[in-house]
């Protein structure tokens, strides 16, 4: 597979004229100057009007700039073939823009055959890119777009886009029509899909949440067209460069970082534990040695069976299944802090137990710990080339408006 | 009462054939004509949006010419020929055909231009593999109300056409003339039956192209 390439916006603009806005073109673009990594995902954000989609459009020259130059791997794509350069940039837009003639395999081949592929490697790709994006290509295959879900469709649209193998992906809004559950695992499916891909992958979204979930780089746009900030996620959400940005991020951005980060990141306490047949002399002692009045019970396979509480239990005996207390919350270690977080407040404790794949213990997560990692520089760390991109980009300066919309529908 | 002479009919059955033959010929012909023009001046008005007002106008105009009068005019010029009945039989298709053509073109969701645009299709391609498949539903009902229409004018040529041309409309003069009831009732039933098969064909025709159409009930 190839994998991404660079893209450089080198001082670009896009003006309307009076009658173009008349007849709704999108937001103008004011000197904008970027370069996103390659491999990376790269957000645009911001209230509509702001010159996202404008700026998307101008890559595969849907729309052409008014200024400036935009370079793929250092070639001015103004110089390349427009049809040529197209083929070699998915695109993913909210509507999915199925071609409602053809099957679902016809349409995941629509770029292949107009590079003129022959019918088995075409066939063969189509096949392949359906089960990537988890849909069954004999079941899929033969149906047309208007036999399936939402989900499924923009499924299709993402296969589509990635039929031969573009380094680079154009993604305008692409879950934003799918209801809230659909979208997190459409979401969650091309963060997992990019890890192997390492596309680099242009988003646009007004929503600052997906921003945040999706992006390497999340590009703050505003009205007039001119970036407010370039951060990775987590920079933006713990110093927003200007008042407009604190806004857009919204108030709850210290939250918002939290989902930022794995429980897989945090130092876990150790927790004490006992077997199914230990004795209670073994288990005071454990519980002596640190300092706890509570020591968790586990079988055989280290997966937790409940709590213990000292102060309850007899002074001599075996420990049995039956002295357990209910559990305090499982956490996966790949699940979010906000996310566990939120389950440790939601059921009253200070503390979860965190659990691998298998079920076995790892450790303890306490909010104490929580806080002590969002204050650590680790939590700020930034790949070297995200904080190259955003040492780089040019800032526009633009008066704000007062009234900011804010993220989310 | 009616009185069919069916030993009559059944005479003169290469007669019905030689008839129905040449209404068929006035069907096709006119309408392959009258397609192709509509069809450039549709993908004309893609590009200029700014003829459909005028083009609409013109074929608008030649459809309101009283179809015997477009006949008789045209005698001097093409004699009685079976140019006479195709040019004004192709005119008066164009009102109908340019006007669905370009509905059918017109009804291809943004999104969906934008999307081949995008994935590199060619203006000319896109309109081949994407507008015109789309474009299928609208223009077929403008070919289905034109065929009939034309079928039915057919019969009108046959006042001007003499035993020359008019299809199974010269069974109807003929008969007039002669007082022949059983060739007025083969003309007219005749002529119908042809715009029933005809009809029934485009829709078969209709259904082949756009499989698409019929494929629902998924898991919407």
Known sequence: MSSGATIEFDHVSKHYDAAARKRGAGGAVEDLSLTIPAGRICVLVGPSGCGKTTTLKM????????????????????????????????????????????????????????????????????????????????????????????????????????????????????????????????????????????????????????????????????????????????????????????????????????????????????????????????????????????????????????????????????????????????????????????????????????????????????????????????????????AEAVAEAVVTQIDVPDEVATGGP | MIDIRWDWIGDHLDDVAEKTWQHLQLLLIPMLAGFIIAFALAVLALRRPGTVGPVTAITGLLYTIPSLAAFAVLIPITGLSLMTAIIPLAAYTLLILYVNTVAGLRSVPPEINEAADAMGYTSTSRLLHVQLPLAVPLIMAGVRVAAVTTIGLVTVAAIIGGNRFGGLGQFITEGLQTDFDTKIYLGAVGSVILAFVVDGLLVGLQRFLTPWTRARGGEQ
Not at chain 1, 97 to 126: D, E, K, M, S, Y
Not at chain 1, 132 to 155: F, I, K, W
Not at chain 1, 226 to 234: L, S
């Open chain 1, 59 to 386: 890559v595969n020259r849907l729309i052409e700039p008014t200024g400036g130059r935009i370079l793929i791997d250092g070639v001015d794509i103004a110089e390349v073939d427009v049809t040529d350069l197209r083929r070699g940039i998915g695109y993913v837009i909210q509507q999915v823009g199925l071609f409602p003639h053809q099957t679902i395999a016809q349409n995941v081949a629509t770029v292949p055959r107009l590079l003129g592929w022959g019918r088995a490697r075409q066939h063969a790709r189509t096949d392949e890119l359906l089960a990537l994006v988890g849909l069954a290509p004999d079941t899929y295959g033969d149906r047309y777009p208007s036999q399936l879900s939402g989900g499924e469709r923009q499924r299709v649209g993402v296969a589509r886009a990635l039929a031969a193998d573009p380094p680079v992906m154009l993604m305008d809004e692409p879950f934003g029509a799918v209801d809230p559950i659909v979208r997190e695992r459409l979401q969650n499916e091309l963060l997992r899909l990019q890890e192997d891909l390492a596309k680099t992958i242009i988003f646009v979204t007004h929503d600052i949440d997906e921003a945040i979930k999706m992006g390497d780089l999340v590009v703050v746009m505003q009205q007039g067209g001119g970036i407010a900030q370039v951060g990775a996620p987590a920079e933006l959400l713990a110093e927003p460069a200007t008042e407009y940005v604190a806004r857009f991020v919204g108030s709850d951005r210290g939250l918002k970082r939290l989902s930022l980060y794995r429980v897989d990141d945090v130092a876990l306490e150790p927790a004490t534990m006992v077997r199914v047949g230990d004795d209670y002399a073994t288990l005071r002692q454990r519980a002596d040695a640190a300092d706890t009045a509570f020591v968790l019970l586990v079988d055989d396979g280290q997966r937790p069976l409940g709590w213990l509480d000292r102060a309850d239990l007899p002074m001599a005996g075996y420990v049995s299944e039956a002295d357990a207390n209910p559990m305090s919350p499982l956490l996966d270690r790949r699940d979010t802090l906000k996310d566990a977080t939120s389950r440790l407040l939601d059921e009253e404790v200070g503390s979860g137990i965190v659990v691998d794949r298998n079920g076995r213990v790892l450790g303890l997560l306490t909010l104490g710990a929580v806080m002590e990692w969002m204050q650590d520089d680790r939590s700020r760390q930034v790949p070297d080339d995200i």
